[in-house]
């Protein structure tokens, strides 16, 4: 399954069906900046592919929390809550898992290498 994408984002279709895929895979291969991937009535699940030097904010969720996963490239982030508090700044890697609570800021930035992640909001 290639994700091709004329801008910076696509939606998902078909996300009231079941499905199975492989995430690696559907990650590796896509080539967005954000791709909602499955977007159910409690879940989403959006693909990222963020270019070298670059950075990216990811939505400020205030019900849920965020689940981000790295399968190729590094990249830095920074989470912050937006109620002032807790701040954690991180190297993310190939098989590395970040958790974002709700209310709470992420950054994601690149240096030399792009990073290729999902993450999953509920």
Do not use: H, K
């Not at 291969?29 to 991937?37: G, I, K, Q, T, Y």
């Not at 019900?63 to 700044?89: K, P």
């Not at 690149?110 to 999953?120: D, M, R, S, Y």
Request: glycine content about 4%.
């Amino acid at each position: 399954m290639r994700s091709n994408c004329s801008d910076e984002s696509s939606r998902a279709v078909n996300s009231s069906r079941p499905l199975a895929v492989d995430m690696r895979e559907t990650t590796i291969d896509n080539n967005c900046l954000r791709n909602a991937f499955w977007d159910g009535r409690n879940l989403a699940v959006d693909l990222i592919c963020i270019p070298r030097n670059s950075e990216i904010f990811l939505d400020v969720e205030a019900a849920n929390d965020q689940f981000v996963y790295c399968e190729r490239g590094t990249c830095c982030a920074i989470i912050t809550n937006v109620n002032g508090g807790t701040t954690l700044q991180c190297q993310v890697c190939p098989n590395t898992a970040v958790f974002v609570p709700a209310d709470s800021r992420c950054e994601l930035s690149t240096n030399n290498c792009p990073c290729q992640l999902f993450t999953i909001n509920a």
